[in-house]
């Protein structure tokens, strides 16, 4: 397993952007295909986006498909999330976890979890 820490959430306007980053330890960061959940109150969580190990697979939700984007940085064991044109609907926590292999859409296939970042869009 690898340990995963979430920063950049935070309270933004409708219509706005943030970027999330997920900084992980470890030395063996690229056998891990990475991926973007999200848990609103009373909700489940939900899958967001994941990116193969190499970066050179994306997958998207429908519901963030063309507004949020999903990448990685090998070198520096970072994956982040662009998220612009945010809605009220995108409120949640957000959580990034890891997957050692290939992308799976199932929260229950993956193996670290972080311990999440609000983020928060008003009206």
């Known amino acids: 397993q690898v340990q995963l820490v979430e920063s950049g959430g935070g309270l933004v306007q409708a219509g706005g952007s943030l970027r999330l980053s997920c900084a992980a330890s470890?030395?063996?960061?690229?056998?891990?295909?990475m991926g973007w959940f999200r848990q609103a109150p009373g909700k489940e969580r939900e899958f967001v986006s994941a990116?193969?190990?190499?970066?050179?697979?994306?997958t998207y939700a429908d519901s963030v498909k063309g507004r949020f984007t999903i990448s990685r940085d090998n070198a520096e064991n970072l994956v982040y999330l662009q998220m612009n044109s945010l809605k009220p609907e995108d409120t949640a926590v957000y959580y990034c976890?890891?997957?050692?292999?290939?992308?799976?859409?199932?929260?229950?296939?993956?193996?670290?979890w972080g311990q999440g970042t609000q983020v928060t869009v008003s009206s």
């Open positions: 976890a890891a997957r050692y292999g290939l992308i799976r859409y199932n929260r229950n296939e993956y193996d670290s």
């Open positions: 470890g030395r063996t960061f690229s056998n891990y295909a």
């Open positions: 990116i193969s190990r190499s970066g050179g697979s994306t």
